[in-house]
């Protein structure tokens, strides 16, 4: 029996459709920002990727950054003036997390420059988040108003139907490589007629906003995956996959009552499904599981290979139990077949540790 990838949120495989483009690209010799011919083809292939972002998450091209993936394309939250707040959703990925910055109430300079950060699709839980009023909402209630609002998109692309320009952000924050792009390509998204200086100075590239001459092999990959993406949405390929996810957590609930799954009765990507079982550590569910041909993780991918108890989790009140979850991703290549297999070894491996455990 072969190896079962469970584990697209921490990375989907690069669509064909992405690789085709990709090796495409690499006869493109010009750079994009000369003016000779070669250079208009290296644009070309450039530009033909930003308008294929911008359909897909409904922006204009004008308004997509290209960066080397998320957690850059978040930098920008660290801009906000010395002083001004940073309000970071405690249940946000740590490329937002990691620019959080609150000043006491009364201790608030006055101004714009306020922000509230926070994700559309819980990247360990899969629960769908409903973005806060911008202008005259309070978040969290009582504290602050955000005058800058960030939406990290990153699972939701290809998985959920999202549109930039009805979201009411100011910026969203993307990556190729969750929708089946090449690792080391995103964009950050920027309403049009916000300014917010240069991500990083240099030549000028990205319309002023981020310079380096630009990576068009990842480029190019990117549009091409998130067109396909998004066409696989609107198909509705995902149904399938939300059945499968369902099927999954029978088999698992039966197996064990006491099993939880965070997020359940909430609204949820169709792929995600985070199971905490009370007295079983992630990280050991995690290296039985890889011994057994089935790749799952213990929560965000985003630690270097560490494994660490869910901030997430603990934010959601799981205590000690926070360490005791696993995150199964599927994504539109798994099979029920894979699905039913998993929860057969899953099952038997939970019966050994009970075993050791008594």
Not at 151 to 176: E, H, K, Y
Not at 233 to 238: E, T
Not at 240 to 253: D, H, P, Y
Request: charged letters at 25%; hydrophobic letters at 45%.
């Amino acid at each position: 029996m072969g190896r079962v990838y469970l584990d697209h949120n921490a990375t989907a495989p690069l669509r064909e459709e992405a690789r085709r483009a990709m090796i495409a690209s690499l006869d493109v010799v010009g750079n994009p920002s000369s003016v000779h011919s070669e250079g208009r083809a290296a644009k070309a292939l450039v530009e033909k990727s930003r308008a294929q972002v911008a359909e897909a998450v409904g922006c204009k091209p004008a308004e997509v950054v290209f960066t080397s993936g998320a957690t850059e394309a978040a930098a920008f939250v660290g801009r906000v003036p010395e002083g001004l707040d940073v309000f970071v959703e405690e249940t946000a990925h740590d490329a937002l997390w990691a620019h959080r910055r609150e000043v006491a109430w009364t201790e608030r300079p006055q101004g714009p420059g306020h922000t509230l950060a926070m994700g559309l699709a819980n990247s360990e839980t899969g629960v769908i988040t409903q973005p806060p009023e911008k202008v005259g909402g309070q978040w969290p209630v009582g504290r602050a108003r955000a005058d800058w609002l960030c939406l990290d998109v990153t699972q939701a692309i290809g998985r959920m139907p999202f549109s930039f320009a009805w979201s009411g952000a100011d910026f969203a924050i993307l990556s190729a490589h969750k929708f089946g792009g090449p690792k080391g390509a995103g964009a950050l998204i920027v309403r049009d007629g916000v300014d917010i200086g240069a991500l990083q100075p240099g030549g000028g590239q990205e319309m002023g906003r981020r310079s380096g001459t630009e990576n068009i092999i990842g480029i190019a990959g990117m549009g091409a995956a998130i067109a396909a993406a998004v066409g696989d949405l609107a198909a509705g390929r995902w149904a399938e996959i939300e059945e499968f996810r369902n099927i999954l957590e029978k088999a698992l609930e039966a197996a064990s009552k006491e099993t939880i799954f965070v997020g359940k009765d909430a609204q949820r990507l169709p792929n995600t499904s985070c199971v905490l079982t009370p007295g079983w550590k992630g990280e050991t569910q995690v290296m039985a599981m890889d011994l057994a041909g089935f790749a799952i993780s213990a929560g965000s991918a985003c630690s270097s290979g560490k494994v660490r108890e869910s901030r997430v989790l603990r934010s959601m009140g799981f205590g000690a139990d926070a360490g005791n979850a696993v995150r199964v991703s599927l994504g539109l290549g798994t099979a029920r077949e894979d699905i039913l297999r998993f929860a057969d070894v899953w099952a038997e491996k939970l019966k050994k540790h009970r075993a050791r455990a008594a």
